[in-house]
Structure formats: structure tokens, C-alpha cells
């Protein structure tokens, strides 16, 4: 990608079944490994990641503040590996809770308003939930990307210019359901832009020592 600077590791044919909703043809991007089922103190990626998402009810609290730390350091991150350059769009796909929500969380607002601060570089909202869903981590049935697409709208108010090239950003990406949604609606609205997912983790799957794992007789 010309408008990379530094090296960010690229999901491809070995990572890609991880995140069984992505396609060979898709694009996306990560930096650390998001280890599933483990604590903050695995690793400073699921630190990081623990503290990106810590809920809004927790505003007031002293916890809060970790939140704006590790804002400041995905914002790091990302400013780190896009040429200063560089005039790209960057997208956050929705969270699970739609603006009105009193628990809408606007985390990657955030981190995209930093990450393009004085850069030619733009942050749009262009992707809006149409109404709250239970986030799907914590849900017994994952939604399809169709499911998902379905839930998208597009601010239209923010969709002039057409963007050229989309980065859609999220912090963590699990099957790849909401990428896939939210490329489908984009492209539909913006047909020759191109469009590259970014996220600070790809989830990984918790990893079994087979010396100790307990097998039924």
C-alpha cells in the first residue's frame, strides 16, 4: 500500500482462517495479537485492547483514565504506520450501539481524530448503526454480515467528496463479520473507492499446551 510508512503485519493465507469471513481479495491489516480468553496481563496488546474498551459506565471511575491512555496509543499506532502524507479517509466501523445510545462509545472517533490531527488525512463517521444491538461478543448467536450490512446506513451528510481510499478501522477483528458488512454498504455508496481494513489486534484463538490438557478416557 503506497500509503503505508511503516511495516504493519497483513493477513494472509495463514492468519486468513482465523477470521473465516474474509476473502482472499481483502486487505486488512494489524498490529498486535489479541489473545481470546486471557486477562490484561497476557500481553500489552490485550492490555491495550482491555483498556480500549472499557464500557461507558465506567466513565467517573478511577479506571477511566487507562481508556484515554490507551486511546492515545492506538492514535500512536496508526499515525505511525500511515505516511504523514497521506490523504486517506479513515472510517471506524460502528460499535454495537447507535449514537443516541447512552452507551455509545465513540473510542475510534476519538483515536482517528488524533491520528489525523494536522495531516491532510480525514476521519468521517460515515457508517451509522440504525439501531442498538447487543454487542457480539457477548451475544449466544453472531450476527451474519448480512445481518450486520442490514443495521449500516450511510451519513449522507458526510458523503461528499466521494473518498478515493477508504481505511476502515476497528480495535479488534474477530471473524472478519463486521469488516465484510461495512465494506459491502461503502462500496455500494462508493463503488471506486478502495477500501483497506486496519485494526490494532486480530483476535487469536487461546492456545492449549497439550502437556496439561485433561482428555476424557
Not at 166 to 185: N, P, S
Request: charged share 30%.
Amino acid at each position: 500500500m503506497r500509503h503505508l510508512a511503516s511495516r504493519l503485519q497483513k493477513i494472509d493465507e495463514l492468519t486468513r482462517r482465523d477470521h473465516y469471513y474474509l476473502e482472499d481479495g481483502d486487505h486488512c491489516y494489524f498490529f498486535g495479537e489479541y489473545t481470546a480468553g486471557e486477562g490484561h496481563a497476557y500481553s500489552a496488546t490485550n492490555q491495550l485492547i482491555h483498556n480500549l474498551k472499557k464500557t461507558m459506565d465506567k466513565r467517573g471511575t478511577p479506571q477511566w483514565r487507562y481508556k484515554g491512555i490507551a486511546i492515545a496509543e492506538a492514535a500512536r499506532l496508526l499515525r505511525s504506520a500511515v505516511k504523514p502524507e497521506a490523504r486517506v479517509t479513515f472510517v471506524p466501523i460502528p460499535p454495537s450501539k447507535a449514537k443516541d445510545d447512552p452507551l455509545y462509545d465513540n473510542r475510534l472517533v476519538q483515536i482517528l481524530q488524533a491520528t489525523c490531527e494536522s495531516r491532510p488525512a480525514e476521519c468521517r463517521e460515515l457508517l451509522l448503526q440504525r439501531q442498538s444491538v447487543a454487542a457480539a461478543h457477548l451475544s449466544d448467536v453472531r450476527p451474519t454480515p448480512d445481518e450486520v450490512a442490514a443495521n449500516y446506513r450511510i451519513d449522507e451528510s458526510l458523503a461528499d467528496p466521494a473518498p478515493e481510499t477508504i481505511f476502515l478501522i476497528d480495535d479488534v477483528l474477530t471473524t472478519g463479520c463486521h469488516f465484510k458488512a461495512a465494506e459491502r454498504v461503502l462500496r455500494e455508496r462508493f463503488p471506486r473507492a478502495n477500501i483497506v481494513g486496519m485494526f490494532i489486534a486480530r483476535r487469536v484463538p487461546k492456545s492449549v499446551d497439550p502437556e496439561f490438557e485433561v482428555l476424557d478416557e
